[in-house]
Structure formats: C-alpha cells, structure tokens
C-alpha cells in the first residue's frame, strides 16, 4: 500500500477495470443461464397463443370430449387421441414398469461384477438407440408376430409393448441408482434378523427405495407419453376410441405429426390445441415428479 | 442363509427377478440382434452412393445432414449451457429466486416430448421468423432441446472441480472470471464432454422434432436455409413409404453402429472426467 502514487494510480485503475470485466462477465452468465427460463416461456407463449383460439372458436368441451375427428367436416374431438395416449401409456406402465424395478433389482443387488459389466451396455444401448429404430422393429417383428398369435395387428397392445421396451432403460437407470443409494445397514439389517438375502432386498431395501422408484416410474410414463414416430409406426393410428386392446389406436402425438404437413387454418390450429392438451400432461407428470421427489427428500 | 431351507417366498422372489432381467436383456439385445441379422446382409455399396437417387435411396446426404445438423446444434447449445452452468455453479447462491426459477425452467425443458419441441420450431422459427423448413431451423430446435442436458451435466462438473483449485487461483491474485476460463472450466472440462456426448446422441437419434422444422429432403443440401433430413428421419421416410425395407434394415443397422459407437466414446469420457477428479483432488 506504501508504494508511490504512480502505481498506486496504476493498481487502482486496474482493479477498476478488472471489476469492470467481472461485473459484465457476471451478466453475460445469468443472461445465459436466463435462455432456458426464456425457451420455456416462448415455447408457453407459442402454444398457448396458437392453440388456444382454435380451443375456444370449437368449444373447449367439443375439443376435449368430442368423439370424432373429421377435419374435412370441421369436427375437432380430440377425445379418442385422449383416451388413445393415456391407453398405450397405462399399457406402457404394464409392461414396462415390473420388468424395469426387478432389473433394477437384480442389477443393484444381484448380479456379480462381471455379469454387470455386460448388463449395464446393454441397457446403455437400449437407451441411446433412436425411437425410429425401436418403431422399425416393431413393424417388422412385434407387429407380425401380434397378427399371428392374436389376430390383429398394429393395436394398442403392440404399441404398449414396444413402448414398454423403450422406458425400460429409463426405468432401470432411475430404479438402479435409488436401490444403491438405500444404506448397506438397513439390508445388513434384515438379513441379521434372519431373512433371506431375497427378503433383505425386496422387505427392507426396496421400500427404502420407494420414492426414488416412484421418480423412474414417473419418468418413464413422461417419456411414454410423449413418444411419437416409433408409436407411429405400430398404433395403427385410427382417429377412434379404441374398443379394446387389440383395436388400433391414435394417439395426441402421432395426430400431430401425420396431419400437420397438410394441415392449414382452424385444423393446424387444432393440432396446436392437441400439443397445449400434451403440454399439460406433461407439466402434470413434472409436478408430480417433484413431488414424489421432495417426499423422498424429506424423508 | 443359503445352507438353510429356501422358503418358498424367497425362491419366488429370486425367480421372478432373474425372469425379469432375462426378459430386459432379451428385448434389448433380441432387438438389436434382429435388425443386424437382417440388415448386415443387406448393406451394399449403392447404399453410400454420393448422390441420393429414388432407386440407390443413398444415405450419404443424410449421414453429411446429421454431422451439419450435430455441429450447429452443439455450437449454439454447448457454449449457452456451459456459461449458463458458470453461472450456477460458481456465481450464484444456492436456493436464491433467481437460481429456482432458472432450475424449474431447465427441469421442464427436459421434460418436454421432441414433438413439443418440434411444433415449437415449426412456430417460431419456421413460420414466425419465416425461415422456412431449413437445418438452421432444425438446429436451432434441437439446442434448445439439448440445453438443459448439456446444463446438468456441465454444472455437475464444475460442482465436482475442488475448491481449493479456484482457492490456490484466487491466492495467486487471479479474479472470478480468470479463475472461471483458465481453472474451473478446463478441469471441469472431460464431464463437459461427456455430457456433450451424450447431446450427440439425443441429436442423432431425434426425428419427430426434425420433421416439423427441418423438413425431409433427400438430397444432399448446400445451404444451411434448406431442408435436409438427417439419418433418423431418413430412416423413418424409408420405413413409412414401405418400398424400400431392405435398405431400412441396412439403415438401422448404420444408426445402430452410430449409436454404439457414441456409447462407447461417453462411457469413456465419464471414467476419464472420474478419473481426473479423484487424481486431482486425492493428490
């Protein structure tokens, strides 16, 4: 501090401009981080100003329940591609969710370090692979293979199933980590007590587990939901309530895709209408994600 | 607890999991085991012709398409996560307003199914700022899309960088912003990459998005304004005009190959991003 006044000066200015670099370098990284809060709002904004019009020149009742989609005589019911979704993600959850926690499971607690060494890529795989290729296999082998054993084709029933194949690595991962976060002491626990290391797993750890396991249960019906070409491929995409699960089935996603190339007016509307009606599945299963999320926190 | 009698509940128990991850390997690597059965043989030279043609239904341009369509998204959507991530990890406190409503938005915007994202590109980009069905349009959906991604995994590494790497900067009379790009950044930087990694997958295998703001023409485009498909929506083209399945085997088996190859490139990242962590920080 006792130098002369030159570098006094000197050191002055430049912490001066040094905080002036940290000062504005600091807004170019919370303008930054500030792009997803304005993605998000955009993409609200967009959505909700495109879609919502249409909702309220059809009738908001008339869209949501209406049981007929015929664009070319101006009915937008978008109640069987409503019913659609939630059918082929219900049936998704069948599938997909029991096979996913037992692989959890075994893949937390079961299997030896060598066999997780070949497990674990698989299920790398499985998640990476793209859903064009999982809608691919299923028109070429689950498809014939449902017509054959069952008598119907492309159905809600091919479409829970290969949807169920896709959330399995999200499941799996989701599961997997919360089984491993469960402390050794409460298994160690159970299996002090007397029973069997299947009990420890399935008594003891498992339900410590619970709201980890819920969060991948969730996770994967978003992604169920929300999947689009690979349903595409094996839905059969009739605009109608399906009657059962071997009836074909459309969902708000695949009416999106197959129709908007095509769509103008009120009908490009009203696929923007089914989006808003997605949009807020999707926000529904994201709160109920960070419920489950910070029950399990607070536990 | 083995020597003695098994109850009837355990083995019920025990077979019901090795059932279930028998059946989880067999969808996985059944899946993958038939497209490239199918498809290896059917893998011929006209297939990577240069020129996309109705009878070669070449995949050459779609395979130049997605390197275009990766390398934008990633330029716009690496630098705005890893700056974003700067700001969450190094500069701002934990649990003020600012840093939950910027965590809520990321977290919805992982949420959101690619068709959303698509319609959304359609919207914006496409119709409102009139850039037309082009890879400029795709791209930038798709880095939208890959923010919140590249975000966590970037904010996890700096999260994971010790602190008294940024103590000893600070100490030899370094500021915020220097100890950010020469300290923090760079150690941080292999989990950066793995998370980029991880992004390039998500853009490879993405279609539904791509069909609504980059369009799905064939051939080969020279401008970034233009429509052109990528290899996932090539793919989904080929399979849905049903005339060419023979090339769609072959198709899935390169996407499939693409797929496992970025795997291994990621899971190579993560053990090298581990292992520079403990080695630094362990001395």
Not at chain 1, 128 to 152: D, L, N, T
Not at chain 1, 185 to 198: P, T
Not at chain 1, 236 to 252: E, F, H, K, W, Y
Not at chain 2, 217 to 234: D, I, N, P
Request: aromatic share 8%.
């Amino acid at each position: 501090m006792s130098g002369q006044s030159g570098t006094n000066a000197d050191l002055a200015l430049g912490v001066r401009a040094r905080s002036a670099v940290e000062t504005a370098m600091r807004i170019v990284f919370l303008i930054a981080a500030c792009v997803c809060v304005l993605c998000v709002g955009l993409i609200c904004a967009f959505l909700l100003a495109n879609g919502l019009p249409a909702i309220a020149e059809i009738g908001p009742l008339k869209f949501l329940l209406g049981l007929s989609w015929k664009p070319g005589r101006n009915l937008y019911g978008t109640a069987p591609m409503i019913v659609g979704s939630l059918f082929v993600t219900a049936g998704a959850v069948v599938v997909g969710v029991p096979i996913g926690v037992l692989t959890a499971a075994y893949m937390a607690r079961f299997c030896g370090k060598r066999l997780y060494r070949l497990v674990s890529p698989v299920i790398s795989l499985m998640a990476g692979i793209p859903s064009v290729v999982y809608g691919f296999f299923g028109m070429v082998a689950i498809v014939p293979a449902a017509r054959a054993w069952f008598g119907a084709g492309k159905s809600v029933l091919t479409a829970s199933i290969l949807l169920g194949i896709m959330i399995l690595p999200t499941v799996i991962r989701v599961s997997e980590a919360a089984i491993r976060a469960v402390p050794d002491s409460y298994y160690e626990g159970a299996v002090a007590l007397g029973a069997s290391h299947e009990r420890g797993v399935f008594f003891c750890a498992l339900p410590a587990a619970k709201s980890g396991v819920m969060a991948a249960i969730v996770l994967g019906i978003g992604r169920a939901i929300g999947e689009t070409m690979a349903v595409i491929m094996v839905a059969g995409n009739q605009a109608v309530v399906p009657s059962g699960i071997l009836s074909g089935v459309r969902t708000l996603t695949a009416n999106i895709v197959l129709e908007m190339g095509y769509a103008a007016d009120l009908h490009r509307e009203a696929l923007i209408g089914c989006a808003v009606v997605l949009f807020v599945f999707i926000l529904l299963i994201n709160l109920l994600l960070s419920a489950v999320k910070g029950k399990g926190a607070r536990t | 607890m083995r020597r003695g009698r098994i109850d009837p509940v355990s083995l019920a128990l025990r077979a019901v999991t090795y059932l279930a991850a028998a059946a989880a390997m067999a969808a996985g690597l059944g899946m993958v085991g038939f497209i490239l059965f199918k498809g290896i043989p059917r893998i011929t030279p006209s297939l990577f012709a240069w020129r996309y043609t109705s009878e070669n239904v070449s995949m050459t341009p779609a395979m130049v398409n997605t390197v275009m369509m990766t390398a934008m998204a990633l330029l716009i959507a690496v630098p705005l996560g890893a700056l974003a991530a700067v700001y969450l990890a190094e500069y701002a406190r934990r649990g003020s307003r600012v840093v939950r409503i910027i965590r809520m938005a990321s977290e919805t915007l992982a949420g959101i199914p690619s068709i959303v994202y698509g319609l959304f590109g359609f919207l914006f980009f496409v119709v409102a700022l009139k850039w037309g069905l082009s890879m400029l349009a795709g791209a930038f959906t798709l880095s939208i899309m890959i923010l919140p991604l590249i975000m966590r995994t970037a904010e996890e590494a700096l999260l994971a960088v010790p602190d008294m790497y940024r103590e000893g900067s600070f100490a030899l009379g370094a500021g915020r912003v220097r100890t950010v790009f020469r300290v923090a950044l760079p150690a941080a930087a292999p989990g950066i990459l793995a998370g980029v990694i991880l992004a390039i997958g998500r853009v490879v295998g993405e279609s539904a998005a791509l069909i609504l703001t980059a369009g799905t023409a064939a051939r080969a485009t020279g401008s970034l304004m233009k429509s052109g498909r990528t290899m996932a929506v090539h793919m989904y083209n080929l399979s849905s005009e049903g005339m060419h399945i023979d090339q769609t085997y072959a198709t899935a088996v390169v996407l499939i190959a693409l797929v496992a190859a970025i795997n291994a490139l990621s899971s190579w990242a993560a053990r090298k991003a581990e292992r520079a962590m403990t080695g630094g920080g362990g001395g």
